[in-house]
């Protein structure tokens, strides 16, 4: 007999950087579904018990349509991110683009939730604090993506809450080193010298277990469908830098033109959520890690 109350999830990606932590977060109650093809550098996946684990490419249209059918609503967080989409343009679109549309249509066929993970750099350079009523200022692949990414869902489907999540950081099972804070924290650790680019440009932070608890209360209340800023705090990089080290070096340099500050009123009104963690809790998370350093880099250099 299943469990009063429970639900039924499917999380597309749940085997990355977000959704290990995602895992560890779930309500007892929900029965959930993973599906991720672990191609990038995450191969020995291995759910808990309680998570059932399919792998499989959500451009799979008649494995997603068949997924979707068995459950309550989807936490959508695959997709093609950062760098890799200019490397490989064709599958970066059809991941983070048509996939996100099928996966919009099936929700909407069958009646289901659909809860999606977008990104603050939407806002890409902007002086001004950014609302979710703030025009989209894409300034490379993968944010544009995004906000096609939310076009065809909101073109698609009413029942849906977008996220647009700040600079994520925090310690996963499934890490990444391409993140700036997480590699700033990594070299803090080994007492290895900060390099900044600029440093005056601005980021919104969330910590990953802050994007998971924000993912769980986005499916737990279907009657909020909007989008919301996923935002923490704002910080200048170079500030960030300093908070986690005093080894730290300014480089003139930069390839990176975003600088965003962005407003989190409505998520702390609207869904009830408030950050817990904060840059100098995620330094704690990694010193009670124990790990090598060359696990250290060998996580860092093998993510691909």
């Known amino acids: 007999m299943e469990e009063e109350n429970s639900k039924r999830v499917l999380i597309t990606g749940g085997a990355g950087y977000v959704g290990q932590v995602l895992l560890g977060e779930i309500p007892k109650n929900w029965k959930t579904t993973v599906i991720d093809n672990v191609y990038v550098g995450n191969e020995d996946f291995i759910p808990n018990g309680n998570v059932e684990f399919v792998k499989g490419d ?40 048509d996939a996100t549309e099928n996966i919009a249509k099936c929700c909407n066929d069958m009646k289901k939730r659909l809860v999606f993970m ?26 544009h993506h995004k906000v096609l990414g939310e076009k065809v869902i909101k073109d698609n489907l009413d029942n849906c809450l977008i996220f647009r999540m700040g600079t994520v950081y925090g310690w996963s099972p499934k890490m990444r080193f391409d993140l700036g804070i997480n590699l700033f924290i990594e070299k803090s650790l080994w007492n290895e ?9 601005w980021r919104p932070l969330t910590h990953v277990k802050d994007a998971s608890r924000a993912l769980i209360m986005g499916v737990e209340k279907p009657e909020i469908n909007t989008t919301l800023n996923l935002v923490g705090e704002n910080h200048l990089i170079l500030d960030i830098a300093k908070k986690i080290s005093n080894n730290v070096e300014v480089v003139d340099y930069k390839d990176d033109n975003r600088s965003y500050k962005v407003d989190n009123s409505r998520i702390l009104n609207e869904l009830d959520w408030s950050p817990k963690m ?20 060998n996580k860092r250099w093998n993510y691909n």
């Open 278 to 297: 904060d840059v100098l809790s995620a330094k704690n998370e990694f010193n009670k890690v124990e790990y090598q350093k060359d696990v250290f880099y």
């Open 193 to 201: 010298k900060i390099q900044v680019f600029g440093g005056n440009q």
């Open 58 to 97: 959500i451009r799979d249209t008649n494995l997603m349509k068949g997924l979707i059918e068995k459950h309550d609503a989807v936490i959508h967080l695959a997709g093609i991110v950062g760098d890799s989409c200019p490397i490989n343009p064709k599958s970066a679109l059809e991941v983070n683009v």
């Open 118 to 143: 977008s990104t603050c750099s939407v806002y890409g350079f902007n002086e001004n604090t950014c609302d979710e009523t703030t025009e989209p200022n894409p300034l490379n692949a993968y944010s």
